[in-house]
Each structure stands twice: as C-alpha cells, then as structure tokens.
C-alpha cells in the first residue's frame, strides 16, 4: 500500500502538470473552433498529426532507455551523458533533413499553401526532443513539483501567445497599420498563428529546463550505447506504430474521406479532431499515470511482491477510467459545448473513442512485462499489428463511412493490442490480474451508459439528462464502494465518516 501511495502521489504532480496544463490548452478548443473556418482547424489538425510520428523518431525510444538503464547499472551519471550526447547529435541531424524535405512534406499532408508550416513544426520537434531527456531526469530524480511547474509554465506561454495572436494582432493591426507589429500580421495565417505560439512556448519550456539540459558532459561510451541502442529502436519501432494508431486516421482521412473537395475533407478532419478531444478526462488521465507508473513499474521491479502491486494498480486505474467514461458520456449535453456546435455532428464517435483510450489505457498497464523481461521487440510486434488493422480498416471504410470509420478502427486496434498483449505478456511475466473483477466493473459500466442513452436520453429535457446521469454515476460509485474494499483506503474512510 505504501508503494501505491507513492504512485498516487506522483501521478497526482504529473496529472497536475498534466492534466491541469493540458485542460487549460483544451479550453482553448472551443476559443479555435470559434475563430477558425473548421478547414483551417483541419490544416491545424493535420499538422499535429506528423509532429507525434517526427518525435518518435528524433527520440527513439530514450527516454525509457534511460529510465531502464538508470536503474539498471548504478552510474546514473553516465547513463544520462550518453543518452544526452546521442540525442543531441541525432536531433541536429535530423532537422537539417527536415528542412530540406519541408515542400515534399507539405504536399504529403495537403499544406502545399502554407510550407512554412512544416519548417515551424520541424523547429518544435528539435526543441521538445531536447527537452525530453531533461524533464526524463526531472520524474527519475523525483521532482515532480519541478516538472509540474514547467509544464503549467510553457503552457500557460502557448494560450498567452494564441490569443495574443488570434485576439489582439488583429485588432492592433486594424487600428494601426504602419505598426511593426501589423507588418507582420497576415490575415491568411489561419492556424499557422497557433503553431507559431507552440514554437515559442517550446523555445521557453527548454530555457526553464536549462540547468538540467547543461548539467550532462560532452562524454558517450561505447559499449553502453550499443546496449542501449539494442533496447531502444524496439521501442521506437513501437512508437512509431503508436503513433499509425493514434494520428495517422487524421492523416488519412484527409486523404479518403468521400467529399467533393480537398477543402471538404479537411472540414472532416477538423470535425473529427474536435471531437476526439471530448474524450479529454481519459486520455489526460492516462497521460499523467504513465509518466508516474513508468518509473515506478521498474523501482518496484525489484521487489517480491511487484506482480500483486502491478495487479493492484490495474485493479484502481479500470476503476477510474470507467468512472471517468460515465463522467463524460452523462453529461454529454454540458462536455458538448466544449466544442463549437457546428461541429456537433460527430459527436456519434466520442463513446467509441472513450472504449478504445479506456482499451488504450489498460495496455499500457499491460506492455510493463516486454520492458521488464527486456523483450521490446514484442511491444514493436503487437504495436504493428494493431498498426495494419488501423490502416486496413481506414483504408477500407473511410470512404464509404468518412470519421466515423476513424473511430471504430481506433477501437478495433486498441482493443486487439490490449487482448493480444494480456494473454501473450501472461506466459512471459505473470501477473494475477483480477480479469473477472474488470470486466465486471466495464460491464456495469457498459450497462449504466447503454439504459441512459436509449431510454433516459429519449425524454425531453437537459435537467432530466442531467439529474438521471447524476443518480447513475452514483450508482456506479455505490457499486465499487460495495465490491471494490474502498472502504478500506484512508482517504475513502475518513471521508465516509
């Protein structure tokens, strides 16, 4: 208990980082998808569908490397100087490389407009890469406070310069157009002045994480590179098949999308791109538990009892992502607003994206057992199988079903990953996961959000909706507190009392 109290605690400083600094940039959604043409927030979409896939690459799987090597061999010092050292050097190369190929990558994702897109992203995936292993020693040294404070920071940088940009310059310029300011302001920007506030708010993170981006020597070894090289492109591999299941859907259905026009399916995009963001409860909750679970998975490697806590952990995180579900999907007449009304019409996919992140969640619980046993090749395998049923079922359906397609193929790979790495990861790492305890939690769950939407949603009014997802969401409550020895945490205790 005493370790999970210390996972609670520093998941609870990551989601602070994370889940704070994120939700204030997902305020921002409804401020974009107001004052952009929903074809320019599908450019903005696009865009940020190839940063993720480039920042695996300029990474490539370090930044766990470096946790895993750290608690391997003891010389923390040299871990840290080797890994700094090498992606220093790749990171400079690479977007040298990114430069001179920015026109052929402007036309791969329909930019051809706008090539100076893709030079702006480019610098923000250099910076963020070198941002990466400082903030990796920032979790591994324990300062989660420290981590929390920078990313608040950079964040709260980003949506100053947005609505500095879309907000202010425009009415400046207006009033005074032989400004300095105004001769820099160009009206057909359109999301070009968000990417541009990304990059100044990457620029600034890496001056805040100056003293442990400086705190390495200009020193690598050999040997131990080699090793960690070896441990390292698997998991990039991984990532970049991450990153297919993840983005890559955006990507095509730019492509695919059965509409008349390239304008029409970047409509698509960006109505698409608007609401998988309603799934934002889940997806930052599992942001801020994996960078508290992943260090903390390979401390608790070393103990007896790590399988029964890792149990244990998965036994909480389905717990709260099923909560976290009923949370959105009872109150979908409130979370819709977060999003412009025009783009109301996908709101049919945001319950199947919530299933696939809740799925995409309790793998990344799962996928502990291929780092553990050193077998990150495994996590590559299942990563491109789930990869080719998100590129078969895209490319099959999307022009028939357009984003709707996007998310059950998000599903269907989530969910095969999930399967796929459980019953494989049980004959190399066993671990005495509760299976029949989860699934009647997701069950229940399932239940609660099925009666609400096909017999309370039929009757007239929001503060029926309202009320009766209230009395299920407590009902779900009730039924852990009764099934789940809750009772038994202090903090439940005390507050029962």
């Known amino acids: 208990m005493s370790s999970l109290k210390k996972l609670a605690g520093h998941t609870m400083w990551y989601g602070v980082s994370s889940i704070f600094a994120r939700f204030l940039n997902y305020l921002l959604t409804p401020y974009l998808t107001s004052i952009l043409a929903t074809a320019a927030y599908g450019e903005m979409s696009m865009v940020y569908s190839y940063i993720p896939f480039l920042n695996v690459v300029f990474t490539y799987g370090l930044e766990t490397a470096f946790f895993r090597f750290s608690n391997k061999d003891g010389d923390n010092k040299k871990v840290f100087n080797t890994i700094s050292v090498s992606i220093i050097s790749s990171t400079l190369l690479l977007t040298v490389l990114l430069f001179i190929g920015k026109d052929f990558f402007a036309h791969l994702l329909r930019l051809q407009n706008h090539p100076e897109f893709i030079t702006w992203a480019a610098w923000i995936i250099a910076l963020d890469t070198l941002s990466t292993i400082p903030f990796a020693k920032l979790r591994f040294d324990c300062k989660p406070r420290k981590y929390a404070l920078i990313r608040v920071l950079g964040i709260l940088i980003n949506i100053g310069f947005v609505i500095f940009f879309y907000s202010f310059l425009p009415k400046f310029a207006a009033q005074n157009p032989t400004s300095f300011l105004a001769k820099w302001y160009d009206p057909n920007l359109g999301a070009g002045y968000y990417i541009l506030a990304n990059l100044l708010q990457s620029a600034l993170t890496l001056l805040l994480l100056t003293p442990q981006f400086?705190?390495?020597?200009?020193?690598?070894?050999?040997?131990?590179?080699?090793?960690?090289?070896?441990?390292?492109?698997?998991?990039?591999?991984?990532?970049?098949?991450?990153?297919?299941?993840?983005?890559?859907?955006?990507?095509?259905?730019?492509?695919?999308?059965?509409?008349?026009?390239?304008?029409?399916?970047?409509?698509?995009?960006?109505?698409?791109?608007?609401?998988?963001?309603?799934?934002?409860?889940?997806?930052?909750?599992?942001?801020?538990?994996?960078?508290?679970?992943?260090?903390?998975?390979?401390?608790?490697?070393?103990?007896?009892?790590?399988?029964?806590?890792?149990?244990?952990?998965?036994?909480?995180?389905?717990?709260?992502?099923?909560?976290?579900?009923?949370?959105?999907?009872?109150?979908?007449?409130?979370?819709?607003?977060?999003?412009?009304?025009?783009?109301?019409?996908?709101?049919?996919?945001?319950?199947?994206?919530?299933?696939?992140?809740?799925?995409?969640?309790?793998?990344?619980?799962?996928?502990?057992?291929?780092?553990?046993?050193?077998?990150?090749?495994?996590?590559?395998?299942?990563?491109?199988?789930?990869?080719?049923?998100t590129l078969i079922i895209n490319f099959a359906f999307i022009p028939i079903y357009g984003y709707l397609a996007c998310a059950w193929a998000t599903l269907a790979c989530y969910a095969s990953m999930m399967l796929l790495s459980y019953f494989w990861g049980q004959r190399v790492y066993p671990v005495p996961y509760n299976t029949n305890k989860l699934l009647k939690n997701f069950g229940f769950m399932m239940l609660l959000y099925v009666f609400h939407r096909t017999v309370v949603n039929h009757l007239a009014g929001i503060t029926i909706h309202l009320l009766s997802g209230t009395v299920f969401l407590m009902m779900y409550i009730g039924y852990l507190l009764k099934n789940e020895n809750l009772r038994q945490i202090p903090v439940v205790k005390k507050f029962i009392r």
């Open 214 to 389: 400086f705190s390495f020597r200009f020193s690598i070894d050999k040997t131990l590179w080699k090793q960690i090289m070896l441990y390292s492109l698997p998991i990039m591999v991984a990532g970049f098949g991450g990153m297919i299941n993840e983005t890559f859907d955006r990507i095509m259905l730019g492509w695919l999308a059965p509409v008349g026009s390239l304008n029409d399916a970047k409509i698509q995009v960006g109505i698409y791109s608007a609401c998988y963001k309603l799934s934002i409860l889940i997806t930052l909750f599992i942001q801020a538990f994996r960078m508290g679970a992943e260090p903390f998975f390979f401390q608790q490697a070393q103990g007896e009892g790590a399988p029964k806590t890792y149990a244990r952990v998965m036994d909480y995180f389905v717990m709260t992502i099923c909560f976290m579900f009923l949370a959105v999907m009872l109150y979908m007449d409130i979370w819709k607003h977060f999003i412009a009304a025009k783009m109301w019409g996908g709101l049919v996919v945001v319950p199947i994206l919530l299933v696939a992140n809740m799925c995409l969640g309790v793998y990344y619980n799962l996928s502990i057992w291929y780092k553990l046993s050193h077998n990150t090749s495994a996590g590559a395998t299942i990563t491109f199988m789930g990869a080719a049923i």
